[in-house]
């Protein structure tokens, strides 16, 4: 799998070489995902593989960086035969064709414990040009990509809490929750463009107060301006208080980024050019409170929509609150 | 922990960067560690930590790289309490001042099962010239650093199954095998002298024959050449049978290096320089057969030592065969 990058050596050696080219840096990312707490047992090797490689592409995408390369350590429990090993490995086969990345070296570990996989992924972007989370400034638009909440409410899906869904929307739910799509074609053009960059995936609102916290801003989101796809509308319909599940739950694997009011021509060239979508939702606001950022959520009618404790529990993480509802 | 690194922002982005110095280019390596596979999971964690660094340090040196930085993936129970990770921490600490490296990216999951610990390790060196498994060639001498067999002697002392063991050796045989000392000092300087170099991790003789394997040469190994420490020694004299658990036993994160006969003198001025003794134990041979690699160890009469299958047995790993005895 690593024939292709001279500096993984074939996976023959203890190492591998890297470089980026002149002007380049090299920016990296480790993300882990364990079965059972991150994707249900009983997903197909597939996409396991890939869930575990997309969730760090879209961190590498989010910070505007091309990724190049990855490193892996499979942890293992003797229950895996090499039917899932083989399933697995063409899971990464897709994705390394797919993103144009490469394998460059791993480790293999048994475990008395879960299916648990590490990958650090290597990506590369002009020298001090990454989207930071700290660039945000007041009058700054909130922009996302994509559409919200899918993810959140294909896992409630998955786990038999949505009822009256067409199977196509179900299906194009479920797909969300199981395989991200980072948004590496749209990364490298938010570089010069984006004041700040997060992507999506403890929830929306969450990591719009992680960017806010790291930038000293508040923000102000449109609960109507959020993107949903038809399926999400199809569940809120049904089920006004979902909204708050598109909202605030997590995997969506969005990039969430902020830009100044002139940005949004070139933010709609971008969208063009990576034929993903990049919606307006909110704007930055200056900071109230000294160590604290605050992110309001209005109704069509300017109302604080008070997010409840439970909208911001996610699958594996501890409960997140944005700020008092208003 | 990440504040001297200015690519790492603090561990507040998503991402860290890091470019190698010009001329050099990033040397890349990951491995893991799980609890009861790879260390008694009652281990304190500062040597937990410590050796999870380590070991991928251990590798980088081998290569002849400069360690950098490094990126972690903790994986922990619920029963991991705040005091372990504060000691985890500690050792972190203790190693990023000792080896000059700093953490610049990480993730911290839950799982069910056992601590698991993932470090990616960067470092780095000048372009092309790591030095690689494949670059031994027939008349090369083959040398090791520091003594063989303590840490596998030292996971005997800490099953119980050493006796008449006084307590210093024993001392000193456990710490072997609970903290590795990789030669982070030694690496550089053999670079333009080793002509193939791997970290002896697996076992002496299974490490020589994975460089024997990519080399495509054979090798021959006198026993009564491999440095041992007074304790072994001491091991050995009441247990001759335990010679082969020091030839073939793991963890002993020394560097197996192989070079001309003509560069014994700049490696005698590498290790006065490292302060690491440096040791010829053998040579390697052209090989015999296309597609085998074959290592003999010698005893003092010159016969072939035939070392059982146990012998090969590894920590957590598959048995491993060396070769015919001869």
């Given at each position: 799998m690593a024939r292709a990058f001279p500096g993984a050596y074939g996976l023959l050696d203890d190492a591998a070489v890297i470089g980026p080219v002149p002007g380049n840096e090299l920016v990296v990312k480790t993300d882990t995902i364990v079965a059972s707490?991150?994707?249900?047992?009983?997903?197909a090797p597939d996409l396991v593989a890939r869930k575990a490689l997309r969730v760090n592409l879209s961190d590498l995408a989010a910070k505007g960086a091309l990724p190049r390369a990855y490193l892996l350590d499979l942890v293992l429990p003797a229950s895996v035969d090499e039917r899932w090993i083989a399933e697995f490995a063409s899971g990464l086969r897709h994705d390394q064709a797919e993103y144009g990345i490469h394998l460059i070296g791993g480790d293999l570990s048994s475990t008395p414990g879960p299916v648990t996989i590490a990958v650090c992924a290597l990506g590369e972007a002009p020298i001090g040009s990454i989207v930071r989370r700290g660039g945000a400034r007041p009058d700054d638009i909130i922009f996302v990509t994509g559409s919200i909440g899918d993810a959140a409410l294909g896992l409630d899906a998955l786990r038999g809490a949505?009822?009256?869904?067409d199977d196509d929307s179900r299906r194009f739910l479920l797909d969300r929750y199981r395989l991200p799509q980072p948004r590496v074609a749209l990364g490298?053009?938010?570089?010069?463009?984006?004041t700040a960059a997060i992507d999506v995936s403890d929830g929306l609102i969450a990591d719009l107060r992680h960017l806010c916290e790291v930038s000293r801003v508040d923000a102000i989101v449109e609960a109507r301006s959020v993107p949903l796809s038809p399926a999400a509308r199809q569940v809120i319909a049904a089920n006004p208080e979902r909204l708050a599940t598109a909202l605030?739950?997590?995997?969506?694997y969005e990039v969430l980024l902020t830009a100044p009011p002139d940005a949004a021509e070139r933010l709609g060239a971008l969208a063009r050019s990576a034929a993903t979508p990049i919606t307006p939702i909110g704007r930055i606001t200056r900071s109230l409170q000294q160590d604290a950022s605050r992110v309001l959520v209005l109704d069509p009618g300017g109302r604080a929509i008070p997010l409840s404790?439970?909208?911001?529990?996610h699958f594996g993480q501890r409960n997140r609150q944005a700020g008092p509802p208003g």
């Open positions: 707490v991150d994707f249900p047992p009983e997903t949505l009822t009256g869904l490298p053009g938010l570089i010069g463009v984006a605030t739950g997590g995997d969506d404790a439970e909208g911001w529990t």
